[in-house]
């Protein structure tokens, strides 16, 4: 198959990503659209060493932080109130900091993460986050920002992204926990 159709491919895929990181849809048709651009004009600069998504991905990294950083003053968090994250704390916690459960037995986390339906799930519950949350947990996660790279983009204060960290792997946890490792589908 012609590299250029390889490419076209993964454009449904890369478009999923970067609109959950960009939460905008022209802005994410941009960054994909770049990103074919870019692989597309130098197809020698993939060497088979990684997968071919793996590669555009990491292109895709790069054309979504520079994105966010060109768009900064248009990027607007959303306001933490309503989200639901004192009602999830509540039945997840006790008044004395603890878990109010027990987590459950994850099994044998490797193999999960080896699995590309573990990932499937992952993206489907980083897709269930309020906007504001997602982006801060991929662009900390996925895009390997820094804590102060993030901070400064969103203008948020260490304490605030903490926060808003810990809420999203709250709610990761929980999601993960009912959509796979309590299905009888999951390894």
Not at 99 to 105: G, R, T
Not at 120 to 138: G, S
Not at 148 to 154: A, G, R
């Amino acid at each position: 198959m012609p590299f250029e159709l390889d490419v076209a491919e993964h454009r449904s895929y890369l478009l999923r990503y970067a609109r959950l990181q960009l939460r905008n849809d022209a802005w994410a048709e941009d960054a994909v659209s770049e990103t074919l651009l870019a692989a597309l004009s130098r197809p020698q600069a993939f060497d088979g060493r990684s997968q071919l998504r793996t590669w555009l991905v990491g292109i895709l990294k790069h054309k979504v932080i520079d994105c966010l950083r060109s768009r900064r003053r248009e990027v607007a968090l959303d306001s933490e109130e309503g989200d639901g994250s004192a009602e999830l704390e509540a039945l997840v916690f006790r008044a004395d900091g603890h878990f109010a459960a027990p987590p459950a037995d994850w099994g044998d986390p490797e193999r999960a993460l080896a699995s590309r339906q573990f990932f499937e799930i992952l993206e489907l519950c980083v897709q269930k986050l309020p906007p504001a949350m997602a982006r801060v947990f991929l662009m900390r996660e996925w895009l390997e920002l820094s804590s102060d790279e993030i901070c400064k983009e969103l203008a948020l204060t260490p304490t605030n992204l903490y926060v808003q960290l810990h809420r999203a792997r709250l709610r990761l946890r929980e999601c993960l926990d009912l959509n796979w490792f309590h299905t009888p589908s999951a390894p």
